[in-house]
């Protein structure tokens, strides 16, 4: 039996708006990205969605709860659909990375390895779908996270490097036979309503 999967980035922030570094700081979402969340939440409207998954972040499960409130239910929160850790680099716009860790590593800075955070997106995105086999869910996570699973998924493709994924853009997955399959990528139609 087939899971489909509709995995989500967050509505936008401020830090989103000014290119700073989130990680896994806990950024609310903007005005904007509230209205994103209630456009990505109608577009779901008479779906047949049986579970709603998010990252702890309060900017992803806000985002989350505005989809599973059409179907009166609750959002089950993951700190393993987190954004990758940026240690020292979060809050920091990519200009002042460049000028006070020039000289620095990623990991002498406490900065997640990709290798890293992809195995974990793999692992929780696979735990999630062998959980509703048959079943359409919803995973609302970060754009890093979702890019490393893509590019997991497509043998490098797609995702980290090469796919932008936008603020409540919609990528949906198919899970058969424990295997991953890519239906659509960046799905962002509902915001042009």
Not at 25 to 38: F, K, M, P, T
Not at 108 to 133: K, L, N, W, Y
Not at 158 to 175: L, M, P, S
Request: glycine fraction near 8%.
């Amino acid at each position: 039996m087939e899971t489909i999967m509709y995995l989500i980035r967050h509505g936008e922030t401020e830090w989103n708006q000014i290119r700073r570094i989130q990680g896994h700081s806990d950024i609310a979402l903007n005005e904007l990205g509230v209205r994103q969340a209630e456009q990505v939440a109608d577009r779901f409207r008479g779906e047949t969605i049986r579970a709603f998954y998010s990252s702890d972040l309060s900017r992803a499960r806000d985002t989350a709860a505005k989809i599973a409130g059409n179907f009166q239910s609750t959002v089950s929160t993951r700190t393993t659909l987190r954004e990758r850790c940026y240690g020292e680099w979060e809050g920091l716009t990519y200009e002042e990375i460049r000028e006070r860790f020039e000289n620095q590593d990623e990991a002498s800075c406490g900065i997640e390895t990709f290798e890293d955070m992809q195995r974990r997106a793999v692992a929780v995105m696979t735990e999630i779908a062998e959980s509703h086999p048959g079943e359409a869910i919803v995973v609302v996570s970060h754009g890093g996270l979702i890019n490393s699973f893509l590019h997991y998924v497509t043998v490098g493709e797609q995702g980290t490097g090469i796919t932008r994924i936008d603020n409540t853009g919609i990528t949906t997955f198919r899970y058969v036979d424990r295997r991953w399959e890519v239906l659509s990528v960046n799905d962002t139609d509902h915001l042009k309503a």
